[in-house]
């Protein structure tokens, strides 16, 4: 047995487990201060973290699969209208849009299996303000009993300004399509690696380009070619303005192509269609063509008409020469033959009456009646061709004075009323309440009697002659209207025309019968347009005569119209 330990042997036994004490104790001391260092690092790197996510406006969260809860960042909860913590998964989606839940439960099952998670959904605002847009992305870890993950990890973003602006981006962009839709341009736009961007209905119209070809980002060389085989043939555009052309296209329209840089370097082509300016180019060159061809015609018909007015100014002097010579002749022929004819009328006169006895055999006393007549009917012609060849010539002097045409008109038909009985005809005369007009007493009995001679000279027995006036209203002036109407044997179209012309007649079987000269219209003609007035002849075979004339009562009218006509 050993005996009881000494003091030191008790100390030297005791001092192997203290030695061992103490070492553990200082091994334990320095793993806390390790371990509070590093959760001191972890805490402060945890911190940083937050403070960095936060400052970025992005939210952090987890969700814990198994029992169906949420933690969530002050940021996330924000979002949701909540404070920080941990919330049931069922709050959550009930704070969610109705229509966006579904998404929200399809992609929690899908990072439950496959670990990624990425939905974005709406969160109505518990004020009543605008909604919130939140993008929610994250990572699945921690094994399932089940088999995949249990827990979610992940960040909230609030992108509802994002959703906003892109908003209004598409509204911009539908307006923008919209606008190059409505405009009767063909649009189309291309970037800068000249791919397209959008094109409008007329472009795909104008080049007959089919739709799968202008999918976004086809390059344009692919369209181009295309739209060649639409295009019949290209020209510079007048004028030569840069980046502008011209084409015709196979169904016949023309375009006006114009190219434009953007600002980001891609490139804008519109195409207007300038069809009707084409045509209307067209319809222009035509006729400055058919102009150039009529001016062209216009100055041979102007050299023509100079070398014809030559002419007929020759002729002019020609036949104004002879004119003139004729008259001088047949004044000189009718003063030659109204001496003789004065004496023959004069000493046959004296006969018929038997002035100085009985002439003997009574068939001596009808021939000088004879006689008579005939000088007489000469002498008258004789009168009228003097009087035509001084009206001709301008040497007939008309006195104008007030005449009272009822007057005029009986003195007239006094000289005619024995003739007109022997020929079986009735004779009226038609005057309404006339004024006196200023003219030539014997001009204007000299234009009834020719009309009156020649409405009883063919006008067969049983007919009526009838001499009608009446007063009209002219913008000139007031006017007498005078016609002389018969129930005769009418003249036909053909002859009216000719009728007024000196030593014109009709050929009818009646009129062969009458004598005279044709002097008498002509006459008749040019004394009443002496007096500012027309004659106007209307007839029809078979249906009678009238042959109107109109006086102005003041002369004065005569001046006025001639200077309102140019005459």
């Known amino acids: 047995m050993h005996g009881p330990l000494s003091v030191a042997e008790q100390i030297a036994s005791l001092a192997i487990p203290l030695a061992v004490a103490l070492a553990l104790g200082v091994l334990l001391l320095m793993e806390s201060r390790r371990v509070e260092r590093a959760h001191a690092a972890y805490s402060d790197s945890e911190q940083r973290f937050r403070l960095a996510v936060e400052a970025a406006r992005c939210g ?25 913590g941990v919330v049931d998964g069922q709050q959550v989606l009930e704070r969610v849009s109705e229509g966006h839940r579904d998404g929200l439960r399809e992609a929690l099952s899908t990072a439950a299996v496959y670990g990624g998670f990425d939905v974005s959904f709406r969160v109505p605002s518990l004020s009543g303000g605008r909604p919130v847009w939140i993008d929610a992305r994250g990572q699945g870890f921690g094994k399932s009993p089940e088999g995949g993950y249990a827990r979610i990890i992940g960040v909230a973003l609030d992108v509802t300004e994002e959703r906003l602006a892109q908003a209004r981006a598409q509204a911009a962009e539908t307006r923008l399509r919209d606008a190059i ?14 791919r397209l961007l959008m094109c409008n209905k007329n472009y795909r119209s104008f080049f007959r380009l089919e739709p799968q070809v202008l999918k976004p980002g086809v390059a344009r060389e692919e369209v181009d070619a295309q739209a060649r085989l639409a295009v019949r043939q290209e020209f510079p555009a007048l004028g030569g303005r840069k980046g ?8 016949g329209r023309w375009v006006q192509i114009s190219e434009r840089p953007t600002a980001e370097g891609g490139l804008v082509v519109t195409a207007a269609d300038i069809t009707a300016l084409k045509a209307q180019e067209e319809a222009r060159r035509v006729n400055e063509e058919e102009l150039r061809r009529a001016v062209g015609n216009l100055e041979r018909s102007q050299e023509q008409l100079s070398e014809l007015a030559r002419k007929y100014e020759n002729e002019k002097v020609r036949a104004e020469g002879a004119n003139q010579a004729k008259s001088e002749f047949l004044a000189n022929m009718s003063h030659e033959l109204r001496t003789p004819l004065n004496a023959i009328n004069g000493f046959s006169e004296i006969m018929v009456a038997e002035m100085y006895g009985p002439v003997g055999d009574p068939r001596y006393k009808d021939y000088a009646r004879d006689i008579l007549n005939s000088g007489q009917h000469l002498l008258a012609l004789i009168n009228d061709i003097l009087d035509m060849s001084k ?17 005029v008109a009986e003195d007239a038909l006094r000289l005619v009323r024995n003739r007109a009985e022997a020929a079986g005809l009735a004779l009226r005369l038609d005057f309404s309440d006339l004024p006196e007009v200023e003219a030539d007493y014997r001009a204007i009995k000299q234009v009834l009697l020719n009309l009156l001679s020649n409405a009883i000279k063919f006008t067969p027995r049983g007919g009526m002659v009838t001499v009608r006036a009446e007063r009209r209203e002219d913008p000139l002036g007031e006017r007498v209207r005078i016609s002389v109407q018969d129930t005769g044997i009418g003249i036909p179209p053909e002859d009216l025309a000719r009728l007024a012309r000196p030593f014109e007649q ?20 040019s004394l009443v347009e002496m007096h500012g007035g027309l004659l106007d002849l209307r007839s029809a075979p078979g249906q009678g005569t009238s042959a109107t004339f109109s006086l102005p009562v003041l002369q004065a009218s005569v001046a006025l119209a001639a200077v309102a006509t140019g005459r």
């Open 60 to 84: 952090i969260w987890e969700w814990d699969l198994t029992e169906d809860r949420i933690f969530m960042s002050d940021v996330t909860a924000a979002l949701f209208g909540w404070r920080g």
């Open 181 to 194: 839709e409505s405009v009767s341009e063909a649009f189309v736009l291309w970037d800068r690696q000249g």
């Open 244 to 251: 502008v052309r011209e084409a015709e296209l196979v169904d």
């Open 391 to 407: 009206i001709e010539a301008g040497k007939m002097n008309l006195r104008f004075e007030p005449v009272a045409l009822e007057d």
């Open 506 to 525: 009709i050929e009818s079987q009646h009129a062969k019968t009458q004598q005279g000269t044709g002097l008498g219209l002509a006459l008749t003609k």
